[in-house]
């Protein structure tokens, strides 16, 4: 016998999801959201509390850690790697590792300082063989994706193809683009060997490592350096800062965005009886969020130049690559079916093969997204320094960035992480690298202690792993 709609039913068929619709109390949400604690979903909550207790070491073992301009200057100096880090988030959430995403980064970031420096003519640079060799390598590239049907990498790789066969003259934002492009075309490549060939992403990526460490020095020469800093634009991107005006209309978008989305999402989902955290804890989040942007803002728009003569003021330009990084990266992976496919490969790719995903674009795809992130990281930390040497994108730049996304909260073993766990992880690992380096601790402390945190990290995820394992059945 068919149910007839009630006051308190008016959907009639509403009574049959009785679990989608139970309305929680404040007291009741708390005690759910610590069941899922212990249960072992910690998400990025292990990295807060760790972000805030390195805050307050470093904070009364030196005196100049939360000074502003200290502040300011930690978050340039991390800002590349956590760019880095973000893309890397793709990767893992689907059980896979790329290891060749800083040196490709390094590449990136070379040809872009070669076109800078030689006045657009790549020809010169690099020499005839290496030249058309780039180029061939560039024209397989874009074959390859659209083989894959991965168009946004096929446009990509023909858009550095154009720049460099035209000699198109250096422009700020042409070198950032080549750079971007470059990349992009790099992680079709990868993608390629490891959702078509089959070969394992460890031995791909750790080849490419390799190899794009020695095209790095072929492009450079050993002990050669290519200076960008005479590049205004270029300059600026890590060591420029917003206006007053600027840093304060920054906020109104990112508060208030972030605003408009939560509260829009909550009373949406409250309009069509669905379950949702009680209204006054989702205000008590956006409030505490609009707090902190605020404190924030206000802090970076005071003047932190220890020079009478000079004023610094305003939110550095980092802050709103990262932010715009980390709003696009988290719509593509909440908000679109992409994002959906890429937890459903993650979390079990034969189960999302035979609901019809294609598991090999899918695989392809996230390599592309790394790289073009790795990229524009590139970017980034060339203007941090005003130049590009041979060991741009090596030593420690890809362990601190797969360690920024591990130490956020994103699992090793695929299908758990979100972008914002790099944002979270990379802050960890800047505040490490500042905090020792003000105690003028030597290279080695920072890397034990960098290796000690990642270690911890995967140990949790672990943990957490097991727990959710036991406590599931």
């Known amino acids: 016998m068919t149910e007839t709609p009630t006051a308190k039913d008016p959907g009639g068929a509403i009574s049959d999801f009785g679990i989608d619709t139970t309305s929680q109390s404040s007291g009741e949400a708390v005690r759910d959201y610590l069941a899922r604690l212990r249960g072992g979903e910690l998400g990025s909550l292990p990295a807060l509390f760790g972000l805030g207790a390195l805050v307050i070491v470093f904070w009364l073992l030196s005196d100049s850690f939360l000074t502003l301009d200290n502040t300011a200057n930690l978050l340039a100096q991390g800002a590349g790697k956590m760019i880095i880090a973000m893309g890397l988030v793709f990767v893992l959430l ?4 790329d290891l060749s995403a800083g040196t490709a980064s390094g590449v990136c970031a070379a040809v872009m300082a070669m076109h800078y420096v030689r006045s657009g003519n790549l020809l010169g640079g690099m020499g005839s063989t290496v030249f058309y060799v780039f180029v061939l390598g560039l024209v397989v590239a874009a074959g390859l994706a659209l083989y894959m049907r991965i ?4 446009v990509m790789a023909a858009i550095a193809i154009a720049i460099a066969m035209l000699g198109v003259a250096p422009n700020a934002w042409i070198e950032m683009l080549l750079a971007v492009s470059v990349g992009t075309a790099i992680g079709v490549v990868t993608g390629f060997l490891v959702s078509k060939i089959g070969m394992p992403s460890f031995v791909v990526t750790l080849a490419l490592f390799i190899t794009w460490q020695g095209v790095i020095l072929q492009f450079i020469g050993e002990g050669g350096v290519l200076g960008i800093g005479t590049e205004p634009t270029l300059f600026a991107v890590a060591n420029g800062n917003l206006s007053v005006l ?7 978008v990112a508060a208030g965005g972030y605003a408009l989305v939560v509260l829009g999402e909550h009373f949406s989902r409250l309009k069509r009886g669905l379950v949702t ?3 006054p804890l989702v205000l008590g989040k956006v409030a505490g969020v609009a707090a902190i942007s605020a404190l924030a803002t206000w802090a970076l728009t005071l003047n932190r130049s220890s020079n009478d003569f000079v004023t610094i003021r305003g939110v550095p330009y ?3 690559i990262v932010l715009v990084v980390l709003v696009i990266g988290t719509y593509a992976l909440n908000r679109t079916r992409y994002g959906r496919h890429v937890y459903a490969v993650g979390g079990n790719a034969e189960a999302a093969r035979r609901a019809g995903i294609n598991v090999s674009k899918i695989r392809a795809s996230v390599f592309v997204v790394a790289s073009a992130l790795a990229a524009l990281g590139a970017i980034v930390y060339s203007s941090k320094v005003g130049s590009v040497d041979p060991q741009a994108g090596g030593l420690n730049t890809l362990l601190f960035a797969v360690g920024a996304a591990v130490i956020g909260g994103t699992s ?3 299908g758990r992480g979100k972008v914002f ?3 979270v992880g990379g802050l960890v690992l800047a505040v490490v690298e ?3 380096g003000l105690l003028k601790q030597p290279a080695a402390v920072v890397n034990i202690v960098t290796g000690l945190v990642l270690l911890l990290a995967a140990t949790v995820d672990a943990l957490s792993r097991r727990r959710a394992a036991v406590s599931s059945r």
Do not use: D, K, R
């Open 246 to 252: 600027g840093s304060w209309l920054l906020f109104l």
């Open 277 to 279: 955290m009680p209204t």
């Open 151 to 154: 168009w946004v990498g096929a």
């Open 94 to 97: 689907l059980g896979e590792i």
């Open 434 to 436: 500042n905090g020792l």
């Open 421 to 423: 766990h790099a944002v």
């Open 318 to 320: 980092v802050v709103p």
């Open 412 to 414: 090793l073993f695929g």
